[in-house]
């Protein structure tokens, strides 16, 4: 995609910390490239253009927790302040309790009028959802909004959100920088509703190394003029706006600079894109067009479209939530990480744990046709699941390496992942193989659906109970043993539940 170059609007009464001296344009043409911890720090984007946010030098520091704000059993909730690039921001940051660190979500509110926005509003279903399903949450006041300060510029020209996006991005730094225990500020994901959408997708096209997930509930559009030309008519009195970039016809290398349209190939983070076919705010085609853009330039994006649903979602929103949630534990992951096949996971080791030398005579499954020690952890179907399908889910990162039928557990799948740096195998046994629906050399993410456990006393479980054999063999051989003659043999699997333990979520999603 051609990027145009900016037009340039050059700031009034801003602040900047400290001023950059003026070169004039042979000097500049032989200077090196000025390193970001040189440039000035800028209160707001010297030139409204993408390319002037993706450049500028960013600070964000000294954040405080102001107090708590509320607490219950799964988390706490703190009022904040931290700095961005010299400005005051406040904010709420909710941080569960439990074993942290927890990866960071910073959510982007959409529009509410400076002269009603109180802290943290904006998003509090979403805030309090994602607190007690593991992730520590950063809401983001903007300047200008709730105790925050103002914004120094004096422009009075339509900026597409870029100085709100500042903020955005400062807050994870500002995070960063203070270090907090139980949140884990390396793993990011932002998502942003209407206004904040757009928020959102300029820090994904201009930072994004500073993310790893990007979450869109009905967001405005990617093109600048579409959104002012929406709401031109709530601009406030003395906007320069139309004098200063004038319309699309008549200065479409301005606006082109302005939208994170012109930038989506530089989008390198799966997006999650939402949005509702009755939303009278802001319109469905809008999303359908981005949609269809980033599939252009071959992003990551999965778009939901919840038939009826207006803005803010209602009778959707716990879809919209559990989908949230599962696309920020799939990509918010620190590596290495492994999870639970299935909900209440070590309750349901009861019968043949990893280890057990086992033979028809004293098996504590009867009847029995096996001798050996067990190579993997038998999971076991809890009394309230009799009766229905049981889903299984992928424990680790990593390709499909076989799905087929084997003797003594009916449907199988071997996925390759690594341990502690070093290849591993994981079979899971006892499946109905109809319904795994990963290709071989498909990835899996940890947590992924994997399938369904296979139907008791049936090919689909090759005769036996209904049942998940889950075995973790060294190196990256398929190995689908069941039982070894020897512990010599046997040291070359390892304990599932020594390794589940060590995930600090040992939960499946109930989805």
């Not at 942290?100 to 009028?113: A, E, K, M, Q, R």
């Amino acid at each position: 995609m051609k990027k145009f170059l900016p037009l340039l609007i050059l700031l009034g009464a801003c602040t900047a910390l400290p001023a950059a001296p003026v070169q004039n344009g042979e000097e500049e043409k032989l200077q090196e490239p000025v390193r970001e911890e040189e440039r000035p720090l800028l209160q707001v984007p010297e030139e409204l253009s993408i390319t002037s946010f993706r450049d500028m030098r960013l600070s964000g520091t000294g954040l405080t927790l102001t107090g708590v704000l509320a607490q219950d059993a799964a988390y706490t909730r703190y009022g904040i302040t931290y700095l961005s690039n010299g400005l005051t921001i406040s904010g709420i940051l909710n941080i569960p309790k439990g074993e942290g660190p927890f990866p960071l979500v910073i959510l982007n509110h959409g529009y509410i009028s400076p002269t009603v926005y109180t802290q943290g509003r904006g998003l509090k279903r979403e805030q309090d959802y994602l607190a007690r399903n593991g992730f520590a949450v950063l809401h983001t006041d903007y300047r200008g909004h709730a105790l925050s300060d103002p914004s120094p510029d004096t422009r009075m020209v339509y900026d597409a959100g870029l100085e709100y996006a500042m903020d955005s991005a400062n807050a994870i730094l500002a995070v960063r920088a203070a270090a907090l225990p139980q949140v884990d500020a390396r793993r990011v994901g932002m998502l942003g509703h209407s206004l904040g959408g757009g928020v959102t997708l300029n820090v994904a096209v201009a930072k994004p190394d500073l993310i790893d997930a990007a979450m869109l509930y009905a967001p405005v559009h990617s093109d600048a003029y579409e959104n002012f030309m929406r709401w031109r008519s709530e601009r406030e009195e003395g906007d320069r706006t139309r004098e200063a970039l004038g319309t699309r016809a008549e200065n479409p290398q301005a606006w082109d600079a302005l939208s994170s349209l012109t930038y989506l190939e530089d989008i390198d983070v799966p997006v999650l894109l939402f949005h509702g076919t009755a939303d009278a705010d802001v319109p469905s085609e809008w999303s359908d067009f981005l949609a269809e853009r980033l599939r252009t330039e071959e992003k990551d994006v999965t778009y939901v479209v919840y038939q009826g649903e207006q803005h803010e979602f209602i009778p959707q929103w716990n879809d919209f939530m559990a989908q949230t949630a599962a696309f920020l534990r799939e990509h918010l992951r620190a590596p290495d990480t492994w999870v639970a096949p299935l909900t209440r996971a070590e309750e349901r080791v009861t019968r043949k744990p990893f280890g057990i030398r086992i033979t028809p005579q004293d098996s504590p499954v009867q009847p029995e046709r096996f001798t050996g020690y067990h190579t993997g952890a038998d999971f076991e179907l809890l009394p309230e699941e009799e009766a229905r399908d049981i889903a299984v889910q992928a424990i680790c990162a990593g390709p499909l390496l076989a799905r087929r039928t084997v003797s003594g557990y009916g449907g199988v799948a071997v996925q390759q992942c690594t341990l502690d740096g070093a290849a591993a195998t994981v079979l899971y046994g006892h499946l109905n193989l109809d319904s795994i629906a990963a290709a071989t050399g498909q990835r899996l993410a940890a947590g992924e659906r994997i399938g369904t456990l296979g139907e008791g006393f049936t090919a689909q479980t090759d005769g036996e109970r209904p049942h998940l054999h889950l075995s973790i063999h060294r190196g990256d051989a398929v190995e689908l043993r069941g039982y070894v003659q020897t512990e010599a043999q046997l040291a070359q699997w390892i304990d599932p539940l020594r390794v589940l333990s060590r995930s600090s979520s040992n939960a499946a999603p109930s989805s």
